[in-house]
Every structure is written in structure tokens, then in C-alpha cells.
């Protein structure tokens, strides 16, 4: 992202009446790290955050594929909206509901793959939220976690289709959720409910890439994509900083 495209954004941020700033969590609001629990939000990038809900015409979204316990213990000093597990779930105004339906019957077929892998794959662990499944292998020797991932996704296409699944390849990790849940899907309930004037939709992987495409058609949406790899997004940032960078900007 060059000085003109910043620019352009923080221009078309101040003469906007209903903005809407969506944020992935890890990898662009924090760093990854070898245990998800360690990943805390840093202070600086705190206080811009607090700064951007302080202002009435903005409405702030963490969207996170972390389950609702996770990135409420790390927001809960922030009074922010967050959509969690790619959408399933939402707080808005401090209460939280559910999105999606779903029976579970699902994780009865996949949770024996995940531990076969697991068994096979040392460091490697399985994650269970409410509505999603997550095989993790951040911290396994990167050659065999990449082969196991692969592997992994073979494995489970033979399951997914008769339970109306889908399968994130992400950042180190693996996530099996229903069809109807997905960042992409949350965004489109957020625009049937309000109409914004201004949107800026930061993520990092590949989880994210639904929400961008959701925005393709969208003039006044600014896509960010932090770091390398195909995308969907207008625009990209390399790090961290740039976004903390950028929305202190905005936030100014």
C-alpha cells in the first residue's frame, strides 16, 4: 500500500457518516505464536482501538476464527463487536448470540481423523469449539506439518460432502465447519442489516479471503491483505505495524 492509497483511505474515512472497520485478530492485530493462549493484544494496538470505537459514527468488528472464550479474554478490556468462529457466533453491545444452527452430529465423523493425524504428527493438536473443528500444527517441523496438512484435507473430502462441511486451510491450521459458516456469510448479515458509506476489511489468510471476495462489488470497501500469498484484497500491508500504523491514522 503506497502514501496516495493511505491517503485516499483516510480521506474517504472522515467524509464517510457509517463507517465499518473489520479486523482479523491473530496475524494482524497480534503476531502468531506457538500457543494461541500468549497471543494478547499489544497496548499500543489497544489504545488505537479504543480510540476508533470511541467515535460514534464508526462501528468496529474484531472477526476472528477464535472460539467466543478465547477473544473475550483478550478484548474484555475493550467495549467491542466481535463476530467468532468465522461467523457463527456474534456480540454486539456486550451480548452474544448464536448465528448458525447446528446438531453436531458432524464431529462424531471427523474427530477420529483429526486423532489419527494427531497420533502420526507429534506437536500437533486438536482444538474443539462450539460450532468448528480445528487441527493446529504451528509448532511441528514445518516439512511434516505441510505434508500432514495435505493429507489431512485428502482424508477429510470423503467426509465432508454427506454433512454439508467445508475445509479452511489457514495459517498452520486446519478448520472443518458447516457450508453456512464463514466470514463472508457474517459480512453479508452486517450489510442486510445497515447500510455503510465506508468499509476497511483487514485479514491475514486464507479464513479471510471469503469476506474480501464479499467486497469485489463494493466501491467504498478497502481491502487489506497483511503479508504475502494470493488474494482477494485491493490492497496489502507486510506487517503488523503497518496496520497498527495505518488505523492510528484513521483513529487520529
Known sequence: ????????IKEKFRSAKNRLVLLDYDGTLVNHTPLPETAILPEHMSDIILKLVDNPQTKIFIITGRGRGDIDKFLDHIPINIIAEHGA???IEGVWKNQIINNFLWKKAIMPVLKQITDVCP?????????????HYRNVDPDLGYLSSRELMHLLQEIIHSYNLKILDGN????ILTNDTGKGSAVKKLFEQHPYDFVLSI???????????FFLNHSNAFTVKVGEGPTHARYRLKSIN???????KLSG
Open 172 to 175: 498452520k491450521v486446519v478448520e
Open 242 to 248: 503497518e496496520v497498527a500504523s495505518l488505523l492510528k
Open 1 to 8: 500500500m503506497d502514501n496516495n492509497t493511505e491517503a485516499e
Open 123 to 135: 506437536k500437533s493438536y486438536v482444538e474443539e469449539k462450539i460450532f468448528s473443528l480445528t487441527w
Open 203 to 213: 485479514g491475514d489468510d486464507a479464513t479471510d479471503e471469503e469476506m474480501f471476495e
Open 89 to 91: 457466533m456474534m456480540k
